[in-house]
């Protein structure tokens, strides 16, 4: 199947501080990338969904201006968690499908973000 | 999208058939069942999809149901490595793409 990464795979970071994940679709070009978090015990929620050259649209509940993403090439999307809080550790997930083909997602490794 | 209902979770013994039991009674004509699974803090796998003819690849084998309201993953050999939560999704492929809507899956143990 497709490969999606993802950078880093764990981080810890003090709260205030802001975090940088970044998700890229290694084998293909993805126009439309989506970004899930999942706590503990829990299931994967979609928090948004980012377009290649556009705005990212956000599920309901999820704040956008503490959630940046930025979608800036067919192969890259980046989540900042800016001020993170310790209520935003989680792990966070990132998927995406091929422009042209399969409609099939594919997901990245995910990102265990720690805030202290 | 449809719901799905499956069971919270299952055992199975390595070496032996897992199959994993998925109610979709309210899925759509043009909605497909996905199956994928996530073993213990990793994204979740693509383990196989279809739309009303039953499947198989590689990983596994799909038998959709006639009337489509229910479907069964099969994992012909369990191994240990199986162990994971195994998500049944329905949703329209080539639509709202976002919609992978993920339900609480079945847990599957491959004992040994």
């Known amino acids: 199947g497709a490969v999606v990464s993802q950078h880093p795979s764990w981080v810890i970071c003090k709260s205030g501080t802001s975090v940088k994940i970044e998700c890229r679709s290694l084998?293909?070009?993805?126009?439309?990338m989506f970004w899930y978090r999942q706590f503990p015990k829990q299931s994967l929620m979609l928090m948004a969904t980012?377009?290649?050259?556009?705005?990212?649209?956000?599920e309901q509940g999820v704040e956008k201006d503490k959630f940046l993403i930025n979608h800036a090439s067919l192969t890259l999307s980046t989540l900042t968690v800016t001020s993170a809080h310790p209520e935003d550790s989680s792990f966070y997930i990132c998927?995406?499908?091929?422009?042209?083909?399969?409609?099939?997602?594919?997901f990245g490794p995910g990102t265990r973000l720690t805030v202290l | 999208d449809a719901k799905t209902t499956q069971p919270t979770s299952m055992d199975c013994a390595e070496g032996r058939a897992a199959n994993l039991p998925c109610n979709h009674s309210?899925?759509?004509?043009?909605?497909?069942v996905y199956w994928y699974r996530q073993i213990h803090s990793q994204g979740p796998q693509y383990i196989i999809h279809?739309?009303?003819n039953n499947e198989t690849n590689e990983m596994a084998s799909l038998i959709i149901t006639e009337d489509r309201k229910s479907s069964t993953l099969i994992l012909p050999h369990a191994t240990l490595r199986d162990t994971a939560v195994y998500y049944c999704?329905?949703?329209?492929?080539?639509?709202?793409?976002?919609?992978?809507?993920f339900g609480k899956g079945t847990k599957l143990s491959v004992k040994p």
């Open positions: 999704i329905v949703r329209v492929a080539g639509g709202s793409q976002g919609n992978l809507i």
């Open positions: 084998d293909f070009q993805a126009t439309t």
């Open positions: 309210t899925i759509s004509g043009n909605e497909y």
């Open positions: 998927s995406t499908f091929p422009a042209s083909g399969s409609y099939t997602q594919y």
């Open positions: 980012s377009n290649e050259g556009s705005k990212a649209t956000y």
């Open positions: 279809g739309l009303k």
